[in-house]
Nanobody, 114 residues
Framework: VQLVESGGGLVQPGGSLRLSCAAS????????MSWYRQAPGKGRELVAA????????DYADSVKGRFTISRDNAKNTVYLQMNSLKPEDTAVYYC????????WGQGTQVTVSS
């Protein structure tokens, strides 16, 4: 399993970013895909998840209405559209999937600062 995130960077408060995660090594369309984040000095938290079958989504309360998770099964890619970004969204963002084990990407840094 390989997960490769991209799209992070520095953005001003109120701005937007779209993260991408290219997946390989498993049947992408069959699994729930998730985004997590870890801020400095804090634990890793679930940001958003998207199931494979029903397309149901789950979001952390702190990002509801601002972030949107989506997937393109033809491209084996999951996305996280982040709007109205706040300084407290600053973190390393990780793509993740659980097949027989939990797998993580290398992470992409998102910094929200003026």
């Amino acid at each position: 399993v390989q997960l490769v995130e991209s799209g992070g960077g520095l953005v001003q408060p109120g701005g937007s970013l779209r993260l991408s995660c290219a997946a390989s090594g498993f049947t992408f369309s069959s699994y729930t895909m998730s985004w997590y984040r870890q801020a400095p000095g804090k634990g890793r938290e679930l940001v958003a998840a998207l199931t494979s079958a029903s397309g149901s989504t789950d979001y952390a309360d702190s990002v509801k209405g601002r972030f949107t998770i989506s997937r393109d099964n033809a491209k084996n890619t999951v996305y996280l559209q982040m709007n109205s970004l706040k300084p407290e969204d600053t973190a390393v963002y990780y793509c993740s999937v659980r097949t027989f084990s939990r797998y993580w990407g290398q992470g992409t840094q998102v910094t929200v600062s003026s």
